[in-house]
């Protein structure tokens, strides 16, 4: 969302002038002058996401926000305002960054207590001409005795004193450090229950949803929902958190083929509560001997004419991998109720949510959910579920563990298999006939359910969960730094 703010820049704050009601004539010439850039972010960020419920409320807001930045601007800016703020101050050489040249130059450094360190071109100057914070950051002793270097989240800085003062600024960077009570400090938020606040805010929680969108890869996805599932679920907001991603998701979805299929926050968030630990147990009780007895035999059950020539041993093993979906659904289907609670309440909000817009899509999207996303990568990839300890190489095992999930899926989605794609599978399409009308019951009934998730039934926020999500946090460094900033302005004391 913030990463298209400058390309917008122009046209927002163009039609943000034209609304009635929000004049900009009080402050704002003299603002832009002196941090355009967080006004502009804060502009864009209340148009985009519609912070607010009415104009009127958004103008009250607006000013206020505004006014606690350009207070704390006029305050910090400057070498000389800096000073009420700092910790230490004085002249170091700055060499030039990415340069493969031995380039110095004279700078004016001050440390502060926001843990931030600001570089001017000379005391006088009204503008640093940069800044970075220091939390987090290393700093490298070189062999001079005189150079250091501070590797921070924005990246190497080096500096060299100019006397004997190295003892002194080193000292100054490290209580810069200590003077935080909380590392996330820097954006405001100054204890747990400011993050809690801060992540829980107005039930829009654009915070959490920044960190799930923009998390590397699946695995950090998991980690950071997993964690923020613990605090909702404390502050009984879990479900407030699944129905509002879940209807954003809705909301976005023009046409029902591309319904829950992309790779957004409403699908990473639904595939998480499948690898919490009660999703984990559920499918090993479930499904693991099962796997486990594939595994362990072995055997060659291929289908695809193209890699068995006997016609008789294909026949032969389209009824014995029949015989094992029969299994596994018997075992799907008469679990319903050692079904976790929190799996079938995220179905029921599913089901409820996806009957508004796209009444016809219900089943396919509880399959998807299900079955995709869930029992599917599970019977693929039963290393990751904890059903066995590593992923051996048993060739024929996982050709028919593959064979058996992509049955399941195609009967989940209420499909058969036709001529013009994968022709072999069509001798599987009995199995899905037989089993067709079991699956469309199990699935009504998985949503069958009270839309509540059970208190306690998440883990307490521990300090590792905690530390997780201000990880995460800190990671985004600058770029999440002004939706941070607009929620805690927001924030009542």
Not at 59 to 65: C, G, K, P, V
């Amino acid at each position: 969302m913030l990463k298209n703010f400058r390309l917008e820049k122009k046209c927002l704050i163009k039609d943000y002038e034209k609304q009635e009601h929000m004049s900009m004539n009080m402050y704002n010439e003299e603002y832009l002058k002196i941090n355009g850039k967080n006004l502009n972010d804060i502009i864009m960020y209340k148009k985009r996401v519609k912070f607010y419920k009415n104009w009127l409320e958004v103008e009250q807001q607006r000013n206020q926000a505004l006014l606690k930045w350009k207070n704390k601007t006029l305050k910090n800016m400057g070498g000389k305002g800096l000073k009420e703020n700092c910790i230490y101050s004085g002249v170091l050489q700055k060499k030039k960054q990415k340069s493969t040249r031995q380039v110095w130059k004279k700078r004016f450094v001050v440390i502060t207590k926001d843990n931030r360190m600001y570089y001017f071109k000379s005391e006088e100057d009204t503008e640093p001409l940069g800044e970075f914070k220091l939390i987090q950051c290393t700093i490298q002793m070189q062999n001079d005795g005189k150079t250091f270097k501070l590797v921070t989240d924005k990246g190497t800085y080096t500096f060299m004193v100019v006397d004997d003062s190295v003892g002194v600024w080193i000292s100054s960077i490290n209580l810069s450090n200590q003077l935080l009570q909380s590392p996330l400090e820097v954006y405001g938020i100054n204890s747990n229950e400011d993050l809690f606040q801060a992540l829980c805010y107005d039930n829009e929680f654009e915070i959490p949803k920044y960190l799930i969108d923009n998390a590397k890869d699946y695995s950090e996805a998991d980690d950071i929902c997993h964690a923020l599932f613990s605090v909702f679920q404390a502050r009984e907001n879990l479900r407030n958190f699944v129905t509002k991603v879940i209807n954003d998701e809705i909301d976005n979805t023009a046409t029902e083929e591309v319904l829950f299929r992309g790779n957004s926050v409403a699908t990473r968030v639904v595939k998480s509560f499948t690898t919490t630990d009660f999703g984990i147990q559920y499918v090993n009780d479930t499904l693991g001997d099962i796997i486990r007895d594939i595994q362990n035999a072995n055997e060659p059950l291929e289908i695809d004419p193209t890699r068995v020539s006997s016609q008789e041993t294909i026949q032969a093993n389209v009824e014995k991998i029949g015989s094992l979906i029969d299994t596994m659904l018997d075992r799907i289907t008469s679990s319903i109720n050692q079904c976790p609670q929190e799996l079938r309440v995220v179905a029921r909000i599913l089901s409820d949510s996806v009957e508004e817009k796209f009444p016809n899509c219900t089943g396919i999207v509880l399959a998807g959910y299900f079955f995709l996303r869930y029992l599917c990568p599970a019977i693929m990839v039963p290393m990751n579920y904890s059903i066995c300890s590593v992923d051996e190489n048993l060739p024929n095992a996982r050709r028919t563990l593959i064979i058996c999930a992509k049955v399941l899926q195609t009967l989940g989605n209420n499909l058969r298999y036709s001529p013009s794609k994968e022709g072999y599978m069509l001798a599987m399409n009995d199995v899905i006939d037989r089993n067709r009308e079991r699956i469309n019951q199990f699935l009504i009934q998985l949503a069958d359910v009270d839309d509540v998730f059970q208190k306690g039934a998440h883990p307490r926020i521990s300090n590792e969960k905690v530390h997780l999500i201000s990880d995460a946090i800190l990671s985004h460094g600058d770029e999440i730094e002004p939706l941070i900033s607009l929620v805690m302005n927001s924030i009542d004391p």
